[in-house]
């Protein structure tokens, strides 16, 4: 038998015993550390391994036009994702999709073998690829649904609305501008998934669900919107534009009634397009306004007093500043203000603003905000810009004054225009107008401030009095329609290339407003290097005429006409002769045509490709009833009339823009060598040419001048 | 000798600590029995035939007389040492999770380094208390049982199975502390086996990373580190009062041997702090009813065996738990009564009706 143990065992068992007790004490401090101090950490850090956040899109805001058109919608598509640990044949599966979704092999295995829980095989796919890919069962392939922007109209005020990416994130236009109220905010849903990448049964399901975005109102009209587009495409069929850019607005609010630009681009597959089409010609880029800049001059001086409506100018052709000789473009002989404006008189505006003086010719300049930004809700606005004023000399000034040498963007001169046209105020241009909720009650009102007065109700009342005449018998007159009471003015500038002016390259454009006593409507056209014709006259106006036929027309704006107009009868006055009837014009050579019009008692205007000989379509068409002395507008083009031979007229002596004029009444084509007045012509007068060929016609300046500038203006 | 009633506080403690493992297994396994085997209930199934194997073989070591026990101890050890060597040969031993631990026939399969942690307690009694006196010198006493330790824990460590060579290890050398060794001895031995031991950590690519991986866990979160992360994470999640029985989130496969080794976090996840620090303590109730009965004993090869047992059982517990929570480097090794795994268990609970035997023949007080 062994022995009893001892007091030594005992003692040890007792050590041993306190070694265990020490242990455990330890071991439960280590619980409580882990579980209470640390617990809420790891808890959370926990659930962050087994869980994942899918979000949910919002839905996108819909943008309307003022009128509650649809311009952009959200619809609902299928986004196919993988849960690569479920997929159980990665080759086949990844062959399968794609075959159907049309991807890449190798690509789409790669994302099937990723060690995530979740990917991306391919978002918003049509319906019938997520029809074909549900139709394969693959295990581990799922689907969810997001939306997707849709353009339902298209082209449509592309540069207004801009586009959204594949996360409905705004990249541009009113999209990107408003992208935080239109986007809402994302809500998830939180699934928890085992270590191999399955749901979790019974787990712990989130789900935050979105705040959809806000519908948001534009001051856009689709009606509007449409004739700018369609006087837009007009305009590229028959001058070629590099670009162009169409601003119907309302001058008192500042509201954009409608905007185009061109090239434009479908926002529907905006990658498709290039870049380029995307940028706004209205508000990004900036443009020599040439004439359409002297109604400015012209404010400034009245306002300051330097000038008044009984001033006399007198134009001599050219006038000499400092050691310079600037040409106008034509020699208009005495003049009042009025007939300065009215023919765009270089010299009559060269006065004015040397009178006018350096410091307040850019008061005004700035006060009209032509080098700010207007504040418009479009993205990547530019500024205009001149000749610092420091570095402005006497020569500048004279040349600014009739609208050379300036930059601006269209927006901002369509801005300076508005306050010609408001009676004195700069409005702050804009595209939106409210945001609403999806039970359609308004959330906000955009306020859009009205800028200070910056000149007189009386100055600005009589400006548009001498831009009115400017329609009915200056420049402008072929947007002219009587009762109509439009004012504005043409521009057409010389563009300056690699530094140097060129003879060949134009900006046409025009702007005006309408009824001048109390404009609603103010519209700016802006051609940049037209091919063939480049007269802002010819190539912008036209279209201003049109829009602003048919805007009256859609605003129901009444025809006040003058004595001087054709007495048209008013409502109720039955005993007045009745409405004539538009003879069919289409088909007939342009000499026929407006002879035929002339007997039928209307008034006829020539627009168009102007190397044109036949009438491709008039305006109103034919049959139409119309109040005497309505103006039709005949578009002509190249007509199969055969080689009819026209007359060379001569030039001679003439300035580039009469020259210009002369030709084109004639059909033919002008090419413009050198400036100042024509002292030679190929093919010589008299000449019977086929109707649309080119002359080409050598300028000189008179001599005795020293440097020429004439010409870069026109009317 | 008379024989009184066994102790039933270490019945009772066993007993809870079996219903708190056939719940929490069950509850951690059944995400995988489910996944891997279409039965949610295959591995309680088998726990619960195992706890019934486990009873009868604690009964029968219970009403055995231990002495006969004692008298076959050599031969015991001998059956136990030849077992361990046979699993190490490949197509006898079988393999699973890439260690060679089981041999058997057909579905009986059972772990010799099981079987070996219950006889060395016994041969250790057995040999300490045949002639108490030779403790005390070194090369006699001492250095023949270090010696055999060292055979064991080279055997099991090439399972390889080195937390069941650890805890019988530690066995071995706390009975031979409790036995009489010199202190002097003892630490000079623990001089030489420290350095040994982390020779033998570092030698072996795996052993180095996981040692590396206790001490900075989230320097390879994916990798080494990922085990102790989301056993520290289950049971982080667990609070004061835990998920809630059956609501463990890390059993969806995030913690790897949820039902085995580390159903201790699971059981912190679920049970939360209330719930580890009952099992430490039924573990600590354990040991002092353990110790009492070692104390109480009516001889050195009594007391010997019930110490042995009891330091047996609750080392483990408190390796697996420290291991669990992060404080100690990971070692394999079940907690005994609760984790998953048939061999542990009836060994273990074969342990306990030794324990039991001899609680019966304790003196008063």
Sequence with gaps: MTRLPGIGLRRRILFLLTCFFVFSVVLTGRLAYLQFVRGAELRERAFNIRTHEVPVEAKRGVIYDRNGRELAISVNVDSIFAVPAEVEDPPETARKLADVIGLDYEWVLERLTQNQSFVWVKRKVSDEVSKAVKLLQLPGIGFTQESRRVYPKGTLAAHVIGFAGIDSQGLDGVEYIYDRELRGSPGWIVIEYDALGREIPQALHRYIPPTDGYDLYLTIDEVVQSMVERELDRIVALHQPKKATIIVMDPHTGEILGLGVRPTYDPNNYADYPPSTWRNFAVSDTYHPGSTFKPITAIAAVEEGVVDWNSRFSCGGSLVVEDRTIWCHSTHGGLDLTGVIEKSCNVGFMNIGLRLGKERFYRYYRALGLDSLTGIDLPGEAEGFTIPQEQCRKVDLAVMSFGQTLAVTPIELIRAMAVIANGGYLVTPHVAKEFRDKEGRVVTVLDWPVGPQVISEDTAREVRRAMEAVVKTGTGRVAYMPGYRLAGKTGTAQKTVGGVVSADVHVASFCGFGPAEDPRIIVLVVVDEPKGSYYGGVVAAPAFGRLMRDLYRYYEIPLVYTDEEEPRPRDGDRDVPDEVTVPDTVGLPVGEALAALREAGVRAAVAGDVGGEVVVRQTPGPGAEVPPGTLVILEVGEGDLGAELVTVPSVKGRSVADAALRLEQAGLHIRVEGSGIAVAQAPAAGAAVPRGTTVTVTFEPPPGSSSDLSGRTGP | ?365
């Design chain 2, 1 to 365: 000798m008379s024989r009184r009633a066994p102790d039933y506080a270490i019945i009772v403690c066993v007993a809870t600590l079996l219903a708190i493992g056939l719940v929490m297994v069950f509850s951690s396994s059944s995400v995988r029995a489910y996944v891997d085997f279409g039965d949610s209930y295959y591995f309680l199934k088998r726990q619960l035939a195992w706890t019934i194997l486990g009873l009868g073989a604690m009964y029968v070591m219970m009403r055995v007389d231990y002495w006969e026990v004692r008298r076959h101890a050599r031969l015991l050890l001998f059956i136990s040492l030849l077992a361990c060597l046979v699993v190490l040969i490949p197509g006898v031993g079988r393999e699973a999770g890439g260690a060679r631990r089981w041999i058997g026939f057909g579905s009986l399969q059972f772990q010799p380094s099981e079987l070996i942690k219950l006889t060395i307690v016994v041969y250790m009694a057995w040999a300490l208390s045949r002639n108490p006196e030779r403790i005390r010198d070194f090369v006699r006493g001492v250095l023949p049982y270090v010696l055999l330790m060292g055979l064991v824990f080279f055997l099991i460590v090439q399972q390889p199975d080195l937390g069941t060579a650890v805890a019988i290890g530690m066995t071995v050398m706390v009975m031979i502390f409790l036995a009489g060794a010199r202190l002097g001895h003892l630490l000079g031995l623990l001089a030489a086996g420290v350095p040994l031991v982390l020779l033998l950590i570092w030698s072996e690519e795996y052993r180095r990373r996981r040692l590396l991986a206790f001490l900075d866990p989230f320097a390879d979160p994916h990798g080494s580190g990922f085990h102790i992360i989301q056993s520290i994470l289950a049971i982080g999640s667990g609070g004061l009062f835990g998920l809630g029985l059956g609501r463990s989130r890390q059993k969806f496969f995030y913690l790897p041997a949820e039902h085995t080794d580390f159903i201790f976090a699971i059981l912190g996840e679920e049970l939360g702090f209330i719930g580890g620090l009952f099992v430490i303590s039924l573990f600590l109730l354990l040991a002092w009813r353990g110790f009492r009965t070692a104390m109480a004993a009516p001889d050195m090869f009594s007391s010997l065996l019930a110490a042995g047992v009891t330091t047996l059982i609750v080392m483990q517990a408190l390796l697996n738990i420290g291991v669990v929570s992060g404080i100690l480097p990971i070692t394999g090794i079940p907690l005994p009564f609760v984790s998953f795994g048939g061999s542990s268990l009836v060994f273990t609970m074969a342990g306990v009706g030794m324990l039991l035997n001899v609680s019966r023949y304790c003196s008063e007080s």
